[in-house]
């Protein structure tokens, strides 16, 4: 007793001083970089660095709503102040012209940078022109910082420059500030210093912005609308965070609840957290130190999947009995456990070998709590029970045991839920898999409808499509812009897009910068076409000599480089359309108004061999399907790695196939009613069959083991019917929220674990019930059932029926009425077996629906398909009846001839045989050759007329021709007559002949 209470404690306490440990110093990384793929050529990295920060993410929108339009213009300009003197933010905007400043630099180069500047900009008639036009500009009332560089600038390059840099088109205003269309909005315009990605800067600029605007709002009369990518981020992580801790405990309620209506036993309750809690704290602290950190994806995900580990004291409640002491009914169920364990680790065990840092922590987390519970469950668990125990007896044992008896509602389950699977892939012409990931999102509409409309207010509209440019120094990056700029010009006039912005419209390069300095006139030849130009005007003569000066100056001026346009007001343009990256120097070039990216893709291909064309939302759906792939790939490693473990273990290949045929038979289903309810998988799906896999794994080596023990099957029924309710209603629950991530995960793990638990239960070994048989008193052995009599008989005028219905359907293009035949047939075909209490029954049931399903397909391959069965079929047999006449083989129709009779044949009745064993080797080569060139030949209605009518008149009569010469010829046997024959056919068993 006192050791008891000892191991009790001692448990208890390292529980509590880990966890406190952990939660002092443990930190949680958040930002999501960590499960992006890490990019395995340049063209994914840029992808990924785009999308975790780029300027996009950075973007954050803001709305002041209530009062009237100068309180929100007041509260707009004291925002604007309060976010530009902090360091969070790079860029905000509301608008409002402020002080206009003169950027001097810029104001020197202007006749090298400038665009449309040539020779004719310095003609009489141009600079006629532009003197009038400044003249014009001197008379406005309205004051224009402006008005001082006429005598400097009179052909207005500078203000040009500056204007063919501003959008096509100007938001809108209201009191000087940027607003909504209805003017009841007043907004702005911020991009962060930190990437969208990054959760903790993003959460504090959210609060800076905040903090700001209520010390601001003090009436209270005004609201703030906030929204951008990093938001999104921010408030997806909060509602994820919220509703998960709500379905926990929702979920944590209902557990207890099944547990305790199964033993009605309440330390069970507590025992059975044991093991899971020590998992979650050893899983925690490990991985944090393989790591150095831990990742808060890790950790939710991580308490998921580490939820089948309350299955381990189940299995131990389930089969305790008041004869043994806990640890002996462990010791005996320790062996399938401890299989069960390792072989589920292995599938986690792929993911340690992925390339993706998140997938790693997550597999180290899985493996270490797996392996932390089952040690706990098998040591630790049995030593917290008094001895002697009187287990409680486990509620439910007669329910279950009646149910136990009825063998078919298991394979009648799993039919349904074909039907309904495959009945929905057949009308649903959806992709199974969708990789992309903004159909995640678990914000509600109303705020992706709110950032949409901001962003069309604010001339913000997120540019999915980009050019990339490579080079190994700025200058080149600006040389190739030029040029792609103009031949883009084509795709611009062919419709293919409106527009695109390249960092040279900011910056021309210093060789085209040189060109138009050689390019600018003398001082003579100026000052003669100013003075022509200023005819009439009234300009005093020397009014323009600065401009002159400083058109000569420019023809002295080097070229502006870019690290010297850096120290100019040309530094955002340039930072946010030039990168500098190891592989070298990148401009990255928006284009708006795409109309055909497919033909832009092949435009750019064949015109612009310099740049690669993005369009980023295609480029992340194909990296998704790249990580989704893999992922699918580290599966069937881990699925064949589970393959040998299970051989090893069972000691037979037919047992370790038996044993995953179920759950991949599961599987299937799960995925065939995922798409009945109308979710498309993605990678969260995929990721929650791994959890079904092994769970599946569990269920099917218990369902599977060999009980010593009368009575135990049924406690292993009671075992996994509690963990199957219990984890399916977890899941289930789960399924309820309103997240996506977390819909996708329940739904698909409590479809999963129904499906797994019909299937490995359809498939187990069970004693013999009475269903389909009747036991013989005098022997103690089943003998068939008479319900056999009238299956056979259907099953036999289906035969007759399905060729009829195939033509008909092949000749008026209706293959229903055949389907449904096909489906009768086969499963008929599968009662019988279940009647012959043969295991694979259930199996024949699911290859009608499968079958009778991919009839119904219209689609032009249906026919060929079909075309190939009867060669593969007759060509089956042909090899069948070949093989049997090689030296030292018994022909196939001696073995069928010495069965009939029940004894040896003679010299004559062999030679006879091995010859008619040769004549259907020869009759099915013919058919097998005549299907080749009738479904190569001829059309699907002559092929259908042979296939289904001919070719089974001429075996028939074969046989029969055949039957009237064995009798002549082989006279001394016993002939019972051709239907007689036909009957004993009945009786033969089959598979001993192959």
């Not at 938001?171 to 000087?176: F, L, P």
């Not at 990605?197 to 609060?207: I, K, T």
């Not at 409680?392 to 839920?417: C, F, S």
């Amino acid at each position: 007793m006192r050791a008891r209470r000892g191991i009790f404690l001692i448990w208890l306490i390292a529980l509590l001083l880990t966890g406190w440990w952990e939660m002092r110093h443990l930190s949680l990384r958040t930002d999501l970089s960590l499960f992006l793929p890490q990019g395995g050529t340049a063209q994914e990295r840029l992808l990924l660095d785009e999308l975790n920060k780029g300027p996009a993410t950075r973007l954050l929108m803001l709305g002041i709503n209530g009062g009237d339009a100068v309180d929100r213009a007041g509260i707009s300009q004291k925002l604007l102040a309060r976010l530009r003197g902090s360091m969070l933010f790079k860029r905000v905007e509301n608008g409002a012209p402020g002080t206009f400043e003169i950027d001097r630099e810029l104001l020197r180069y202007r006749y090298l940078i400038a665009p449309g500047i040539d020779p004719r900009s310095f003609s009489q008639e141009s600079l006629q022109n532009a003197l009038k036009a400044r003249l014009e500009a001197l008379k406005s009332p309205f004051p224009t910082p402006f008005k001082a560089l006429l005598a400097e600038d009179p052909t207005g390059a500078y203000q040009a420059m500056l204007r063919s840099w501003m959008p096509p088109s100007e938001i809108n205003r209201a009191e000087g500030v940027w607003a909504s269309g209805e003017g009841e909005t007043a907004l702005l315009l911020a991009v962060t210093a930190s990437g969208g990605l990054e959760l903790d800067q993003q959460q504090l600029v959210l609060a800076t912005v905040r903090d700001a605007f209520d010390d601001l709002n003090s009436s209270g009369r005004h609201s703030l609308i906030i929204s951008g990518p990093g938001v999104f981020a921010v408030q997806s992580r909060d509602i994820i965070r919220h509703e998960s801790q709500i379905l926990s405990l929702v979920a944590s309620c209902v557990v207890a609840l099944i547990l305790l209506l199964a033993y009605r036993y309440l330390p069970y309750l507590l025992i059975a957290a044991l093991p899971l809690l020590t998992a979650l704290l050893a899983a925690t602290l490990l991985t944090s130190l393989l790591f150095d950190e831990l990742h808060g994806i890790t950790l939710a995900f991580g308490i998921t999947l580490l939820g089948v580990t309350i299955d381990y004291p189940i299995h131990l409640f389930s089969h305790l009995s008041k004869v043994r002491h806990p640890g002996q009914t462990m010791r005996e169920i320790w062996a399938t456990l401890r299989l069960s364990v390792i072989t589920t680790c292995l599938g986690y065990l792929v993911l340690v070998m992925t390339d993706f840092s998140g997938l790693r922590q997550l597999g180290a987390f899985t493996l270490t709590g797996l392996i932390t519970a089952a040690v706990c469950s098998r040591y630790l668990l049995p030593r917290l029970f008094s001895d002697p125990f009187v287990a409680p007896e486990p509620k439910g044992l007669r329910p279950l045991g009646l149910l136990q008896r009825t063998r078919l509602w298991p394979p009648a389950l799993i039919l349904l839920a074909a039907l309904l699977s495959l009945g929905s892939l057949i009308q649903s012409a959806g992709p199974v898999w969708k990789d992309d990931i903004a159909t995640l999102s678990p914000l509600p509409e109303e705020l992706l409808q709110q950032d949409r409309a901001l962003r069309r207010q604010l001339q913000a509209t997120e540019s999915n499509q980009l050019l990339v440019i490579r080079a190994d120094d700025p200058e080149r990056v600006l040389q190739i812009c030029e040029s792609v700029g103009k031949r883009m010009e084509i795709a611009i006039e062919r419709q293919l897009l409106a527009g695109l912005e390249l960092p040279s419209d900011y910056l021309p390069s210093q060789r085209n910068q040189m060109l138009r300095r050689q390019q600018l006139p003398t001082t003579e030849q100026l000052a003669n076409n100013l003075r022509s130009a200023s005819q009439g005007l009234p300009f005093r003569d020397d009014a323009f000599n600065r401009f002159a000066e400083a058109v000569e100056q420019s023809r002295r001026l080097p070229p502006m480089s870019y690290e010297t346009a850096l120290e100019t007001s040309l530094k955002p343009h340039l930072e946010r359309l030039m990168q500098q990256r190891p592989e070298g120097w990148l401009a990255l070039i928006p284009l708006s108004g795409v109309s055909n990216p497919e033909r832009l893709s092949r435009f750019v291909h064949e015109t612009l061999p310099e740049a690669n064309y993005f369009n980023l939302r295609q480029e992340t759906s194909r990296l998704v399907a790249g990580f989704r792939q893999q992922i699918l790939q580290r599966v069937e490693l881990g699925a064949a790695l589970m393959l040998l473990l299970l051989w090893l273990g069972l000691g037979s290949l037919r047992a370790a196939i038996r044993t995953l045929l179920p759950i991949a038979l599961a599987i299937l289903l799960t995925i065939g009613l995922l798409h009945v309810s109308g979710n498309s998988l993605n990678l969260f799906h995929l990721i929650s069959l791994m959890l079904v896999l092994g769970i599946g794994i569990d269920y099917s080596l218990f369902f599977g083991r060999r009980e010593t023990q009368a009575g135990q099957h049924l406690r292993t029924l009671h075992a996994l019917s509690v963990c199957a309710a219990s984890t399916a209603a977890v899941f289930a629950i789960l399924a309820g929220s309103s997240i996506p991530v977390l819909h996708a995960i329940g739904q698909t793990v409590a479809i999963g674990v129904g499906m797994s638990y019909l299937a490995t239960y359809a498939l187990s070994r069970r004693p013999f019930t009475d269903h389909g048989f009747v036991i013989n008193p005098a022997s103690g052995k089943p003998q068939p059932s008479p319900a056999r009599g009238p299956v056979q008989i259907a099953l036999l005028l289906l035969a007759i029926a399905y060729p009829l219905a195939l033509h008909g359907g092949v000749v008026n293009g209706n293959l229903l009425p055949a389907s449904l035949i096909l489906f009768s047939l086969l499963s008929l075909w599968g009662v019988l077996l279940v009647l012959k209490q043969r295991q694979t029954g259930w199996l024949m049931i699911l290859l009608g629906a499968l079958a009778s399903a991919w009839l119904l397909i219209r689609q032009p391959e249906t026919v060929k398909l079909l075309q190939l069965l009867p060669i593969f079929i007759n060509g089956g047999l042909f090899i069948l009846f070949a093989t049997t006449l090689f030296p030292r083989q018994t022909p196939l129709i001696t073995r069928f001839a010495q069965m009939m009779h029940e004894q040896a044949l003679d010299h004559t009745a062999q030679d006879y045989s091995r010859k008619v064993t040769l004549f259907w080797a020869s009759m099915f080569a013919f058919l097998t050759l005549e299907s080749m060139l009738l479904a190569g030949l001829a059309s699907a209605e002559i092929w259908s007329l042979f296939t289904n009518f001919i070719n089974y008149l001429l075996v028939l009569a074969a046989f029969v021709v055949e039957y009237r010469i064995r009798v002549r010829r082989l006279a001394h046997l016993d002939h019972p007559g051709f239907v007689n024959f036909i009957l004993r056919l009945r009786r033969i068993e089959w598979r001993s002949l192959m």
